[in-house]
T-cell receptor, first 114, second 112 residues
Framework: ETGVTQTPRHLVMGMTNKKSLKCEQH?????MYWYKQSAKKPLELMFV???????ENNSVPSRFSPECPNSSHLFLHLHTLQPEDSALYLC?????????????FGEGSRLTVL | GENVEQHPSTLSVQEGDSAVIKCTYS??????FPWYKQELGKRPQLIID?????GEKKDQRIAVTLNKTAKHFSLHITETQPEDSAVYFC???????????FGGGTRVLVKP
């Protein structure tokens, strides 16, 4: 299944590194999301982009910086992260105007911050 | 904002028995309630959903019920099988909204 693809699948980084997570959706959807999944908070919404505009920023620290250059691509830029940021980062997409709300998730990027 | 509570957090059942997971929500404006299943190491996937204009929906061995007055909804899995072992998440969405609020998840283990 290639509806929503995320790269890399695994990432190990030091606290001073800068890295980016990439998400691409091939479903023609108009909304994309970043979720953080950890043992503490199983599915925590971070950012929502609708029609390439950020419509939700769920009090996420500035060391996480999203970018949505077009309706098919979503990035999460990472800078000076903390060990507690280690988690699975899930990208998702949906079609907003149908009112359906179904989210299609990618496989996730497993991030480890040393 | 919306708050979704899910219980239990873990559930162990014998193969062939039924499993029930319950969720409550806080925002009476929510009108769409999906359930996602996440197998170990895989992505969450929608398994069933219900809208506020119906009280029950069934799809083979899974069913969902909704009580709008009490603001709670439940997932029922009958004749459980080992492949039903996974983490299940309930969620709630307001009409025309773009923020799906998830419950804390239920880890279901079906013992053969």
């Amino acid at each position: 299944e290639t509806g929503v693809t995320q790269t890399p699948r695994h990432l190990v980084m030091g606290m001073t590194n800068k890295k980016s997570l990439k998400c691409e959706q091939h479903l023609g959807h108009n909304a994309m999301y970043w979720y953080k999944q950890s043992a503490k908070k199983p599915l925590e919404l971070m950012f929502v982009y609708s029609l390439e505009e950020r419509v939700e920023n769920n009090s996420v620290p500035s060391r996480f910086s999203p970018e949505c250059p077009n309706s098919s691509h979503l990035f999460l830029h990472l800078h000076t992260l903390q060990p507690e940021d280690s988690a699975l980062y899930l990208c998702a997409s949906s079609q907003q105007d149908t009112g359906d709300g179904e989210l299609f998730f990618g496989e996730g990027s497993r991030l480890t911050v040393l | 904002g919306e708050n979704v509570e899910q219980h239990p957090s873990t559930l162990s059942v014998q193969e062939g028995d039924s499993a029930v997971i319950k969720c409550t929500y806080s925002d009476s404006a929510s009108n769409y309630f999906p359930w996602y299943k996440q197998e170990l190491g895989k992505r969450p996937q929608l398994i069933i959903d219900i809208r506020s204009n119906v009280g029950e929906k069934k799809d083979q061995r899974i069913a969902v019920t909704l009580n709008k007055t009490a603001k709670h909804f439940s997932l029922h899995i009958t004749e459980t099988q080992p492949e039903d072992s996974a983490v299940y998440f309930c969620a709630a969405l307001k009409a025309a909204g773009n923020k799906l609020t998830f419950g804390g998840g239920t880890r279901v283990l079906v013992k053969p």
